[in-house]
């Protein structure tokens, strides 16, 4: 279904080849025939512009789509073979018309035949427009203006061609258009003349005419300053980690320009951003980072070091050849070199250590590449040959120590063997292209370990050749082929662990190198791809960790990580890249913890504890039975004794866990030294079968645990606890009737509310499903009705209203002194699950099974905007930050997202690390940290500190200000000012 146009035209274009000529498209396209008083002539999309700040790709490219009028195929031989492009071209085909599709030649060929395009000759459009058109169609040519990166309009042949588009698109002859637009552009020149003269004469009239005219120049300039900062805002994100420095810094010129919500969110959308430095470094083939993180080495036609923090170079560079592989010693103090001879290096005086290792007797010196690895101890080196050969050597004396593999006349040239050393320097694993079976050796005895292992098809033509990386525990080694999948083996048994890995493929194998490391921690494992990203996994269960590394604009051949989160990856478009990956190192590591799903997080008021409630480890059934209920929903299925309590629409589903101490349940409720994520110890005795919502007191010694009771007692409990002792200090039965789902505190201590099910039991009536209770001796205070069960319930920041989520999809409103329900929030279209009120209390956030985040004036209770939308199923939490600039939310969809409320833009890179849903989000006290709890049994933090004062962050990460030179370049319309 196509939505009302939100813009013009929809532009399509191959990124690799054609950015800069479509950028030159879409700027001739808003520009020609705009009159004076509109920003852009045209609203064209194109994706590196308009999607600066939504990670989730597809579906934001099928909604402009949608939204567009005119779809405009730039066509060459990449966008014909680019799946995003055909995706594109598809769904026109399917939703648009024949008529509103236009071409752009870039390269290649378009040949029309009888009836159709003559598919042998034309090589520029994709093979899915074979006989969509019944006559020939008009395409312009610009095939001339690829190379050039300065087009502008003042380009007569490029103004000529992009008028015809333009043309087309407004619906008008092309002489009817150029002369509306010559038209316009002499009325512009009239009124800029008209406005001259009229300021002169403004110099000569009253003080109250100068005054006016004063400030409409404010207003004036104001507007311009605000145009260009949305610019700059634009390029910024455009930019993203291709340029991460300039990124930065033209986000933090936007926002000192125009501090407007759009602004700020590219802040925070920039300093989120993995991206660091880039070193300019052609042709680069290998990368290495020392132990300590300090040096990077660069190996391409020769080897050169960088600081890492300055990202200068160190001595000038040495060990001239075909570099190939790098390697540094355990220590540090040593560099190995692979190319066309293998030498070791000592890395604070740059010059050679013992004699270079010779070739084997009978080997052909000339168009010989090797690779290399060397041992912990930086004592011995593998060296492997393009003929086959891969031998072991004394790195001191030169002397070879024996060989794993020997090939024999005739020698043939193909890919060369590699190997890697275990972190003990026990082991070498070696994989030779030659058959594709990898192979370990007792260095010791330099016998084989276990039978060869059959890990890649035989590749005996092509000059590229696999790549392996050990687990620094030695637990694990991960292997790259040349066909672009990433294979992961337990050394010893040599069988493989968990499915094959693919990021992007590779195509070209006789050139692309594939790579592949761990991190130093072994928790994360990255492989280069041919698309240009680098893609991370967990290094033990080896799930996917966020999207892949965008912004190298060719094939990744080599990455390597240092400490501190550092990982470095080397690109066929000449760069070397330093991406910060500490944020996704903490996403796989969650808090320790040992027990069943959980629904709630929160933190002490001092931010130095945190709480989560859930299942308990120990189970919910019968002695030795297994549980046989899962959280559905906001719905629980509980197994008692041997028979079912199903509760709010809960399915039977696998078991948590088992019966195993009748006293109590182990990890209904966690808590967690925030500084150290140190676990502390468990409470022990009267706790919840089930803690649904945890809250703690205003000074931060108590903590609420409201659920199902003990007993499983589904009237809803609620059990106070000392956080110091980890004691229970009273129970209170909320007497609901059915399970409690949600607890808070009023903001003077006084209250607390609990919400629940109000289905009614066999023993008795439906009850209210809010009730207010005394904090400290569990009285019932007061209860509140609602159509259905409560899910979500939060005080109003001056304690005066209680708003209550409900499974109807309203949330009510009450006025708390006197009782009543003073109003509704309504537009879900399924059950509400999450209420939260911001800092200053103006604004209320709610969010449920629609999969929609909404925003309430808490004045008015009228919805305020379009709802947020990204999750792709129910979001089940949403929390203000404490300065209440922005949300954060957690869903069905296992992700985290951050919102700036402001622009309601999404400003992260979706946060993954959950393996099921998202129950519970919460900010620290000092919104430097987002807690999560999910259904995966995990508590994860998420660094958002840059979000604090993201200027400062941008600042610090950029190391620097923009000179004003750049300013003038990218700038020229303001006058300079400093940006940090």
């Not at 009302?4 to 025939?33: E, I, K, M, N």
């Not at 169609?137 to 008028?163: C, I």
């Not at 390697?327 to 050679?352: H, K, N």
């Not at 478009?573 to 500490?582: A, N, P």
Request: proline share 7%.
């Amino acid at each position: 279904m196509r939505r009302p146009a939100d813009y013009d035209a929809f532009l399509s274009y191959s990124y690799a080849v054609d950015r800069p000529l479509a950028a030159a498209v879409q700027r001739g396209l808003h520009t020609l025939a705009r009159h004076w008083y509109q920003a852009r002539a045209l609203r064209v999309f194109r994706d590196q512009t308009s999607l600066s700040a939504n990670p989730d790709l597809w579906d934001s490219i099928e909604t402009a789509l949608r939204a567009s009028r005119h779809f405009i195929l730039m066509a060459s031989p990449e966008a014909a073979a680019s799946p995003w492009v055909r995706r594109e071209v598809a769904h026109w085909q399917a939703e648009g018309t024949r008529e509103t599709f236009h071409i752009v030649l870039t390269s290649g060929e378009i040949v029309w035949g009888d009836g159709d395009f003559d598919w042998e000759r034309t090589t520029a459009l994709p093979p899915g427009l074979r006989g969509w058109f019944a006559a020939e169609p008009q395409w312009v040519n610009l095939g001339w203006a690829r190379a050039d990166t300065q087009l502008s309009l003042l380009n007569g042949r490029f103004r000529d061609e992009v008028a015809t588009l333009a043309a087309a698109v407004h619906g008008l002859p092309k002489d009817v258009f150029d002369g509306e637009d010559v038209r316009r552009h002499r009325r512009s020149v009239r009124l800029r003349r008209a406005a001259v003269s009229g300021l002169a004469l403004l110099t000569v009239l009253t003080t109250l005419l100068g005054l006016l005219a004063w400030r409409q120049q404010n207003t004036t300039e104001r507007q311009r300053d605000q145009a260009v900062a949305r610019e700059l805002a634009t390029r910024a994100a455009e930019l993203g980690d291709r340029d991460p420095r300039l990124a930065r810094l033209l986000s933090l010129a936007a926002w000192r320009i125009a501090p407007l919500p759009e602004t700020r969110a590219g802040l925070l959308a920039a300093a989120g951003r993995p991206g660091r430095a880039v070193i300019e470094s052609p042709g680069a083939t290998a990368v290495a980072v020392s132990p300590d993180g300090r040096l990077i080495a660069v190996g391409g036609g020769s080897v050169r070091l960088w600081d890492t923090a300055t990202r200068r170079p160190v001595g000038e560079p040495f060990a001239a050849g075909d570099v190939r592989t790098l390697g540094f010693s355990a220590d540090g103090g040593r560099l190995v070199v692979g190319s066309d001879e293998v030498r070791v290096y000592d890395v604070a005086t740059r010059t050679a250590v013992g004699s270079p290792a010779p070739l084997p007797e009978g080997l052909p010196g000339v168009g010989t590449l090797r690779t290399v690895a060397i041992s912990p101890d930086g004592a011995t080196i593998a060296v492997g040959e393009t003929f086959g050969d891969l031998g072991l050597w004394d790195v001191e004396t030169g002397t070879r120590l024996f060989a794993p593999f020997e090939t024999v006349p005739p020698h043939i040239p193909s890919a060369a063997p590699v190997a890697a050393f275990s972190p003990d320097g026990k082991t070498l694993a070696a994989l030779n292209p030659h058959d594709g079976k990898l192979r370990f050796w007792d260095l010791a005895t330099g016998r084989p370990r276990g039978a060869p292992v059959a890990a890649y098809p035989r590749q005996t033509t092509a000059l590229a050749w696999p790549s392996l990386a050990y687990r620094p525990d030695g637990m694990r080694i991960a292997t790259a082929g040349v066909d672009g999948v990433v294979r992961v083996w337990d050394p010893a048994t040599g069988k493989s662990v968990g499915a094959p890995l693919t990021g992007g493929g590779r195509t070209r194998q006789e050139k692309e190198l594939p790579s592949v490391a761990f991190s130093a921690d072994g928790a994360l494992l990255a492989a280069g791809n041919a698309d240009g990203t680098v893609s991370l996994w967990r290094g033990d269960t080896l799930e996917p960790v966020g999207d892949p590394l965008a912004g190298h604009g060719g094939v990744v051949g080599a990455v390597a990580f240092g400490p501190g989160g550092l990982l470095v990856s080397a690109g066929a478009d000449g760069t070397v890249r330093l991406w910060d990956v500490d944020a996704r190192l903490r996403r796989v590591t969650p808090l320790p913890a040992d027990t069943g799903p959980l629904y709630s997080v929160a933190w002490s008021p001092d931010g130095a504890t945190i709480a989560a409630g859930g299942h308990g480890a120990a189970g919910l059934g019968a002695r030795g039975a297994p549980v046989s209920c899962r959280i559905d929903g906001w719905a629980l299925c509980l197994a008692l004794e041997g028979r079912s309590v199903m509760v709010g629409g809960g399915t039977s589903a696998h078991p948590y866990t088992r019966w195993s101490d009748p006293g109590g349940h182990d990890g209904t409720l966690l808590l967690w030294d925030a500084a150290t994520r140190r676990r502390l110890p468990n409470p022990a005795e009267g706790r919840s079968a089930i803690a649904n919502s945890v809250v703690f007191g205003l000074d931060g010694r108590v903590v609420f645990a409201t659920g199902v009771g003990a007993d499983l007692d589904t009237r809803g409990t609620v059990t106070r606890w000392s956080a110091a002792q980890q004691v229970p200090i009273g129970i209170a039965s909320v007497e609901l009737s059915g399970p409690a789902w949600a607890s808070a505190l009023s903001p003077d201590g006084r209250l607390l509310a609990v919400g629940g099910d109000n289905t009614g039991t066999a023993d008795g009536p439906r009850t209210d499903p809010v009730v207010l209770i005394d904090p400290v001796d569990g009285r019932r205070v007061a209860s509140f009705p609602e159509a259905g069960a409560v899910y979500a319930v939060a005080f109003s920041p001056d304690g005066r209203t209680l708003a209550a989520a409900t499974e109807t999809g309203a949330v009510g409103l009450w006025d708390v002194r006197s009782r009543t329900r003073t109003g509704e929030l309504a537009g879900h279209s399924g059950p509400a699950g999450a209420v939260a009120y911001a800092p200053d209390g103006a604004t209320v956030a709610t969010a449920g099974a629609d999969g929609t985040i909404r925003l309430w004036d808490s004045e008015t209770g009228e919805q305020v905007g379009v709802p947020l939308r990204g999750h792709g199923g129910t979001v089940f939490s949403v929390a203000f930050s404490p300065d209440g600039t922005l949300l954060a939310s957690g869903g069905g969809d296992n992700s985290v997202r951050l919102w700036e409320v402001a622009s309601r833009r999404q400003v992260n890179e979706r946060f993954w690390g959950h393996a099921l849903p998202v129950r519970s989000v919460a900010f620290s006290p000092d919104g430097r940290t987002l807690a999560s709890a999910g259904l995966d049994r995990a508590v994860r933090l998420w660094d958002v500190g840059h979000t604090v004062d993201p200027a400062a962050a941008l600042c610090a990460q950029a190391g620097g200000s923009l000179t004003e030179e750049e300013w003038d370049q990218h700038i020229p319309d303001i006058g300079h000012r400093p940006v940090c």
